[in-house]
């Protein structure tokens, strides 16, 4: 992990907290990968029924894009299966639901249509006839008024889709959708992002018009878009080479919530066969209380609009002010402007997801403000360490840089001064497992002074330059 320090995990409301430890401990995976998987599935619960307001007027959406770069062999599958599980469990009942309510609306609309066909045969005639067709007439006009309805499809996440079917799906009934993956190379290489102006306006839950050449234009309305993605940096790394340029100049990344958690593979050790799971249902029934409330209520309800308090409103001001003084020429946000504008507005969402999903009432407080204030700060130099100094990091550096710092923060998560290279051999990232291609990494770091090497008998021994152990 490029952040010095941890996900703030103590940041989160207690039932978030406690799910996100427990789903650590049931698979070991990165926190940083466990938190933005918990963020996309509040994100998705809260969106449609909250927005957030400060400043009198300002009022925006609280959904969320996260991208989460995770080597294969993290556990990102698990990790979401854990969470998702009711949801997707959802999905196959809504899906089911609406697959039987359709068979029923057809044989609904073949009757409707045999009997409008037949009242206007017979109003035809009674008109050629000369006969009375007021009676006709009438009931002709009772069917029109009241033709079978369609059933709504209720469809909560995305997948690898096209933007035009989540455009269309956007323009019906139904607002509130997720883009939503652990392995999210198909979305990257695929068609899912491939219009990024559309992207950008639903997380800025603008109104949108679709246009097809042969249908009437569309408008999409006040719809909710969460983005949870998570992608193998070699992949991100290609979908930058193809198409970085613009993602960046268009503002989406801009608006992502970015990382690449420290991996934990290589201390993935049983210490205990006993794990908890009290914690992992709490979190989900209040998940599903809040979604199924998205289902029952009337989807053109207006969304309740969250409020800072006083207190809060101050605090969010003295951050905005902190992020536009970062921007200047000499602030550690000068190199990411186009981020940085991003980042209050936010740090007012995680607020108002933190609030609401915690089933508090009333106006958001200070604390929860300062607990946003810390995950997005995290965020933020997450990005820093992405983004600013593209020679230095992960996406754009040479192997040898990667597998120092993969040696860096072995040795601080352990609290020790040193390695064995049949550790990297054995536990290191897989590129890294050639004996060959990690002795010529090895040979050039230490060229670089970056790193010392020593034997102890046939063992060979690797630390960190500057932290200089006796070996």
Not at 127 to 132: A, L, M, S, V, W
Not at 145 to 157: G, H, N, T
Not at 322 to 340: P, R
Request: aromatic content about 10%; overall charge positive; glycine content about 4%.
């Amino acid at each position: 992990m490029f952040n010095d320090r941890p996900f703030p995990v103590d940041a989160f409301p207690k039932i978030i907290r406690n799910a996100i430890y427990e789903v650590e401990q049931h698979t070991q995976a990165p926190q940083g990968l466990i938190a933005a998987s918990v963020l996309g599935v509040i994100s998705l619960a809260c969106q449609n029924r909250i927005d957030v307001c400060r400043l009198n007027n300002l009022r925006s959406p609280v959904s969320l894009f996260l991208l989460t770069l995770a080597e294969s062999g993290e556990r990102k599958s698990t990790v979401d299966k854990l969470l998702m599980k009711p949801l997707y469990q959802l999905e196959e009942n809504l899906f089911e639901k609406y697959t039987h309510d359709l068979t029923i609306w057809k044989n609904d609309e073949a009757i409707f249509n045999i009997e409008k066909k037949a009242l206007m045969l017979k109003l035809k005639s009674d008109i050629q006839r000369n006969k009375d067709y007021f009676a006709t007439n009438e009931k002709l006009k009772d069917l029109l008024q009241s033709p079978p309805k369609a059933p709504v499809r209720f469809k909560l996440i995305f997948n690898d889709a096209t933007p035009a079917a989540i455009k269309d799906h956007l323009c019906g009934y139904w607002r509130s959708v997720g883009i939503m993956s652990d392995e999210a190379g198909a979305i990257f290489n695929g068609y899912t992002l491939n219009e990024l102006p559309f992207i950008n306006k639903m997380w800025d839950g603008a109104t949108f018009s679709v246009e097809r050449k042969s249908e009437p234009e569309k408008l999409i309305r006040n719809a909710r878009l969460t983005l949870a993605l998570m992608v193998q940096p070699d992949v991100f790394k290609g979908y930058l080479q193809r198409k970085g340029e613009a993602a960046k100049g268009i503002g989406f990344f801009a608006r992502c919530l970015i990382c690449q958690p420290d991996s934990t593979q290589g201390s993935r050790k049983i210490s205990s066969p006993v794990v908890s799971s009290e914690h992992l249902p709490v979190f989900h029934q209040r998940l599903m209380e809040i979604v199924n409330d998205n289902i029952t209520l009337d989807n053109k309800n207006d969304r309740l609009c969250l409020r800072f308090s006083l207190e809060a409103e101050n605090r969010w001001i003295e951050f905005y002010n902190k992020v536009e003084s970062d921007m200047g020429f000499f602030g550690s946000l000068s190199n990411c402007k186009d981020y940085a504008s991003k980042v209050a507005e936010n740090m007012a969402r995680v607020a108002s997801l933190l609030h609401y999903f915690n089933g508090n009432d009333g106006d958001i407080p200070l604390s929860a403000i300062e607990d946003a204030v810390k995950i997005t700060t995290w965020y933020v130099n997450e990005y820093i360490h992405l983004f600013s100094k593209p020679n230095e990091f992960t996406l754009a550096i040479t192997e040898g840089d990667e597998l120092y710092w993969w040696i860096k923060n072995h040795c601080n998560r352990h609290v020790v001064p040193y390695i064995t290279k049949n550790t990297i051999l054995q536990y290191g990232p897989n590129k890294f497992r050639n004996r060959s291609k990690a002795n010529e990494l090895l040979n050039m770091l230490q060229s670089q002074n970056k790193i010392l090497i020593g034997k102890r008998g046939k063992t060979t021994l690797i630390a960190i330059a500057n932290l200089k152990p006796a070996i």
